[in-house]
């Protein structure tokens, strides 16, 4: 429809120019015109397929044409500064001025009702720490573990080249290693603009092991362990399932497998590419941990771990007896939101299934404490994390560390336009359109990025001494707090319930027991 505006404005320019050229009347300014709009309305009068353009030839354009404009104008004109979605206008401008450097601070203050039910609180000490200036890392490896990686408090969260334009890849990652913080891959793959800058990387397996896949599309361990051996491979992720979408695979068609993706994913040139919604490479927990110690072996002792979008606390539950009775666990658990973002998904699984990131991590971290092995796991969050006070609550939840998709999105020059899936981004983030992509200049938007992870830690920082925290382990579950009607405040230690450790092994609580009964780690249950 906006291409119809600018058709319709063209031809009044040229029957302009026409009736100046030929020194004719100014009539032929109208009528030059005019013969285009009645071709249009005979087209809208006898075809079949709008009904609207049926009884309204011309005049119904202009619905489809305001609803092409719709996004920008709620956008730009009518949403408020703490209301949009995925992100209110807030959240992109404090990302984006930290990015830029510049100060992300609001005078006057807040704008938002703070007695709404569903507010939460941090809860500010009268005793505050001095900000510390050292900022601290987590160790990510357990017993199995011989080479440990210390994780920075937020890093790039999973996105694949294919999904992004290489030099947004690039941007991330050469900010990551101006940062010294870690870029997850996505499941798409290993590509050169992941490993040309030199920053950490957490390599991620998806199900359609791509990287790592032999002809038929099952995982091929030679490859992986070529690959993972690389310097800038710290650790390796296998992708269970995604917040966004969880239990469904992908379609990558075929006239989007160029040369070079088919090159990074192992997959034959010009041909669709299905991802599965399962792995092959286990049906049952016990499988699933097995293959876990195996891929730590085959990468030679670098830390393994795996992301899942939690649903069936029960099925957890299963993977922990598993774990427990092979004597072995992964290094790192990520646990991604299912208000996580992603290129497409269908409305449905992104609206309707799968556990928000706050319960998911706390039933990770629960289930972990309960059968006494939350020492040897580091538990990584990912969903909607972009601000300082998110990382705070997120490790307050029971998270060791942050992922950041969408935001680090924004600091390379993400508007929102919510177009991933088109490969019309406007500013080049995410699409392979190299007209479109060569608008990232990687100089500029690696700093932005740096920048960006840098004031969000230290903001995080700032907060926690606030609440009289000099440690992200001295955080506990009373210091946030929620409102749960316009009367009541509780905070998150009575909201919900905390497992100490090897409770379940000894005793489980009635309202873990009937799951704990049910688990088998032999078994994915419902």
């Not at 390599?203 to 791509?210: C, L």
């Not at 800038?232 to 969880?246: E, F, M």
Request: charged share 25%.
């Amino acid at each position: 429809m906006k291409i119809l505006l600018v058709v319709l404005v063209a031809t009044f320019a040229a029957g302009a120019c026409v009736a100046a050229v030929l020194d004719s009347p100014w009539w032929w300014a109208v009528a030059v015109p005019l013969l285009p709009l009645a071709a249009l309305a005979v087209h809208d009068l006898v075809q079949r397929r709008h009904s609207l353009l049926r009884n309204y030839p011309l005049l119904g354009h202009l619905r489809y044409a305001l609803e092409a404009l719709r996004p920008e104008l709620q956008q730009y004109f009518i949403e408020r500064n703490f209301d949009g979605r995925p992100f209110d206008r807030d959240t992109r401008s404090i990302v984006y001025e930290r990015a830029k450097g510049t100060d992300a601070e609001e005078p006057f203050g807040t704008e938002r009702d703070l007695y709404l039910s569903g507010s939460e609180y941090l809860t500010p000490s009268m005793a505050p720490r001095p900000v510390r200036t050292d900022v601290p890392r987590v160790r990510i490896g357990g017993p199995d573990c011989t080479r440990p990686y210390d994780m920075a408090l937020l890093n790039v969260s999973a996105m694949s080249f294919g999904s992004l334009s290489a030099n947004a890849v690039l941007a991330l990652n050469t900010g990551a290693r101006r940062g010294g913080f870690a870029q997850d891959t996505g499941e798409g793959g290993l590509s050169e603009y992941h490993l040309r800058p030199g920053g950490d990387l957490v390599w991620e397996i998806g199900t359609g092991y791509f990287g790592c896949r032999t002809d038929d599309g099952d995982f091929d361990e030679r490859q992986f362990a070529e690959k993972a051996a690389h310097e800038h491979v710290k650790c390796v992720s296998l992708k269970i399932s995604q917040g966004a979408k969880p239990g469904i695979g992908g379609v990558l068609p075929g006239a989007k497998v160029n040369a070079e993706i088919a090159k990074v994913r192992g997959v034959p040139q010009g041909e669709t590419v299905i991802s599965p919604p399962f792995h092959r490479v286990y049906s049952t927990p016990r499988e699933l941990v097995r293959f876990l110690a195996r891929m730590r072996e085959l990468a030679g002792g670098k830390p393994v771990g795996f992301k899942l979008c939690v649903g069936s606390r029960r099925e957890f539950l299963a993977v922990c007896k598993a774990m427990l009775e092979e004597d072995t666990t992964p290094d790192f658990i990520v646990v991604d939101g299912a208000e996580g973002g992603t290129g497409a998904a269908p409305l449905e699984f992104a609206d309707n299934v799968g556990l928000p990131l706050g319960e998911g991590l706390m039933a990770v971290h629960n289930a972990l404490v309960g059968v006494g092995l939350r020492d040897r796991i580091r538990i990584g969050a990912a969903g909607k994390v972009a601000t300082g006070s998110d990382l705070v609550k997120r490790l307050l939840q029971g998270a060791d560390y942050t992922n950041a998709a969408r935001a680090m999105m924004f600091a390379i020059g993400c508007i929102q336009a919510q177009r991933c899936h088109t490969n019309t981004c406007p500013v080049g983030v995410a699409t392979q359109d190299e007209r479109r992509a060569r608008a990232v200049d990687v100089g500029d938007k690696s700093r932005r990025v740096e920048r960006y992870q840098e004031a969000t830690v230290k903001s995080a920082l700032q907060i926690m001494a606030a609440m009289g925290v000099d440690e992200p382990s001295g955080l506990r579950p009373h210091q946030l707090l929620q409102r749960v009607d316009p009367h009541t405040v509780r905070s998150y230690a009575e909201l919900h319930e905390w497992l100490t450790p090897g409770q379940l092994l000894a005793s489980a609580p009635e309202s873990w027991a009937s799951d704990w009964r049910a688990a088998d780690a032999d078994h994915f249950t419902h």
